[in-house]
C-alpha cells in the first residue's frame, strides 16, 4: 500500500512569493490533516478535512493561508503571500474514516519550506 | 486547555541502560494517547498507543490518569533507538481528530 506522499520535500521561496505544497493521502482514507513544525517549537495541527469538507481549520494561522481538496483526494496548502515566519516542514497525515478500527495516523515525509 | 509537555528536548544514555522519556498532558476529558517516533530521514511513525497496551519495539508506556502521565519506557536502550519521540493526545477516544503533540524529545543512545 503506498504511503501519504507530499510535494515538493523542500522548497526555497523569497518573501512575498507564493508556494503551494501537495499531499496524496493513503487511498480511500476520508481524513486528511495538515500539520506544521517551525524550528524549535512542536508540531501543531493546521486543518482536517474530511473528503473535500473542512472538518476543521482552527489551526490556520490567517489568511494567507489556503487549503483545498476538490474531489476529496489529494490536498493542496497555499501560502501566498510567504513571510519569513512560514518557514518550517509541513507534514501532511491520513486516517480511515473515525469509529473504525484504526485510526493510527500515517503521515508523510514533510514538505521542507524555506522564506528568505 | 489541551496541552502536551515533554519536559526533555535532549535525552542521551549509554546502550543498554533503561531509558524513560516524560510525557505529561493536560485535558479536562478521556483522551487518547500515543508516541510517534521520527528516525533519521524517515516519517513520523506510530510507535504505541495506550489503547492497545501493547509492548513495541521493547518500548511500553502507560496511561496515568491520576498524575496525568504517558510516561514511555524501554529497560534496555539499543543504538537503533535513537530517534525524535513525540507525545502526542488525541482528544476523544476511537474517534478521528487532530492530534495535539509535545515539543519532542530527542534520544541519544551512545554505544
Known amino acids: 500500500e503506498a504511503g501519504v506522499t507530499q510535494f515538493p520535500s523542500h522548497s526555497v521561496i523569497e518573501k512575498g512569493q507564493t508556494v503551494t505544497l501537495r499531499c496524496d493521502p493513503i487511498?480511500?482514507?476520508?481524513?486528511l490533516y495538515w500539520y506544521r513544525r517551525v524550528m524549535g517549537k512542536e508540531i501543531k495541527f493546521l486543518l482536517h478535512f474530511v473528503k473535500e469538507s473542512k472538518q476543521d481549520e482552527s489551526g490556520m494561522p490567517n489568511n494567507r493561508f489556503l487549503a483545498e481538496r476538490t474531489g476529496g483526494t489529494y490536498s493542496t496548502l497555499k501560502v501566498q503571500p510567504a513571510e519569513l515566519e512560514d518557514s518550517g516542514v509541513y507534514f501532511c497525515?491520513?486516517?480511515?474514516?473515525?469509529?473504525?478500527?484504526?485510526?493510527?495516523?500515517?503521515f508523510g515525509q514533510g514538505t521542507r519550506l524555506t522564506v528568505v | 486547555a489541551q496541552r502536551v509537555t515533554q519536559p526533555e528536548k535532549l535525552l542521551s544514555v549509554f546502550k543498554g541502560a533503561p531509558v524513560e522519556l516524560k510525557c505529561n498532558y493536560s485535558?479536562?476529558?478521556?483522551?487518547?494517547l500515543f508516541w510517534y517516533v521520527q528516525y533519521s530521514r524517515q516519517r513520523l511513525q506510530l510507535l504505541l498507543r495506550?489503547?492497545s497496551r501493547e509492548s513495541i519495539k521493547g518500548f511500553t508506556a502507560d496511561l496515568n490518569k491520576g498524575e496525568t502521565s504517558f510516561h514511555l519506557k524501554k529497560p534496555f536502550a539499543q543504538e537503533e533507538d535513537s530517534a525524535m519521540y513525540y507525545c502526542?493526545?488525541?482528544?476523544?477516544?476511537?474517534?478521528?481528530?487532530?492530534?495535539?503533540f509535545g515539543q519532542g524529545t530527542e534520544l541519544s543512545v551512545k554505544p
Open positions: 485535558y479536562s476529558g478521556s483522551p487518547e
Open positions: 495506550h489503547i
Open positions: 487511498s480511500g482514507h476520508d481524513n
Open positions: 502526542a493526545l488525541r482528544p476523544v477516544i476511537g474517534q478521528g481528530g487532530k492530534l495535539i
Open positions: 497525515a491520513s486516517t480511515h474514516t473515525p469509529g473504525t478500527v484504526n485510526t493510527e495516523a500515517f
